[in-house]
């Protein structure tokens, strides 16, 4: 299986600040990579596919970029509302292993 | 508005069998099933294709659970034969993005399935 590492597995923030996640795959997967955003108690919500494409209707402040092992979340101006975990998925090969996760705390 | 609707909270003993179900609005695009246990990550399970049943499981999970789906009534299932204590986890299903592939993530899920196994 493909593993995939997620770092920092917390971090915590002020509002307006900018937040990289990063994640690392065991292996290369193209660009077959997506994140997601899960709130306690909450279904995940997709919020980056394919690396660093954006769902309709998620705001434009999360970025994603990378390819091959190494990738990383941007959030560039923290909001109240982004107090979540991250998860990261390679999409690439069975199983679609996810990392972690990262939880980001609002301070 | 596309949804997934899941089955509710169910609890069981140890030894039952049990079938939960997803409610898509259509069997054009893979499902994925998605284990979450209390407190921790997201565990990809496996994913169906409604339209013909193709079937991909993780070694994880394969011969643990049986993902099946009726295309009539456009619903995926997930299911154990003997349940176990460690089977307690919030069961998500999910829809692929793309109606074309399975290599760009899953972007609606089901509300969540809570399955509590204890005698």
């Known amino acids: 299986d493909i593993q995939m590492t997620q770092s920092p597995s917390s971090v915590s923030a002020s509002v307006g600040d900018r937040v990289t996640i990063t994640c690392r795959a065991s292996?290369?997967?193209?660009?077959?990579l997506a994140w997601y955003q899960q709130k306690p108690g909450k279904a995940p919500e997709l919020l980056i596919y394919?690396?660093?494409s954006l769902p309709r209707g998620v705001p434009s402040r999360f970025r994603g970029s990378g390819s091959g092992t190494d990738f990383t979340l941007t959030i560039s101006s923290l909001q109240p509302e982004d107090s979540a975990t991250y998860y990261c998925?390679?999409?690439?090969?069975?199983?679609?292993?996810f990392g972690q996760g990262t939880k980001l705390e609002i301070k | 508005e596309v949804q997934l609707v899941q089955s509710g909270a169910v609890v069981k003993k140890p030894g039952e069998s049990l079938k939960i179900s997803c409610k898509a609005s259509?069997?054009?695009?893979?499902i994925g099933w998605v284990r979450q246990m209390p407190g921790k990550g997201l565990e990809w399970m496996g994913m169906?294709?409604?339209?013909?049943?193709?079937?991909k499981y993780s070694p994880s999970f394969q011969g643990q659970v049986t993902i099946s789906a009726d295309k009539s009534i456009s619903t995926a299932y997930l299911q154990w034969s003997s349940l176990k204590a460690s089977d307690t986890a919030t069961y998500y299903c999910?829809?692929?993005?793309?109606?074309?592939?399975?290599?760009?993530?899953?972007?609606?899920w089901g509300q969540g399935t809570t399955v509590t196994v204890s005698s």
């Open positions: 999910a829809r692929h993005l793309n109606p074309f592939s399975y290599s760009y993530g899953m972007d609606v």
């Open positions: 259509d069997t054009s695009r893979w």
């Open positions: 169906i294709y409604p339209g013909d049943s193709d079937t």
């Open positions: 292996q290369g997967i193209s660009s077959y």
């Open positions: 394919a690396a660093s």
């Open positions: 998925q390679q999409t690439n090969t069975f199983p679609h292993t």
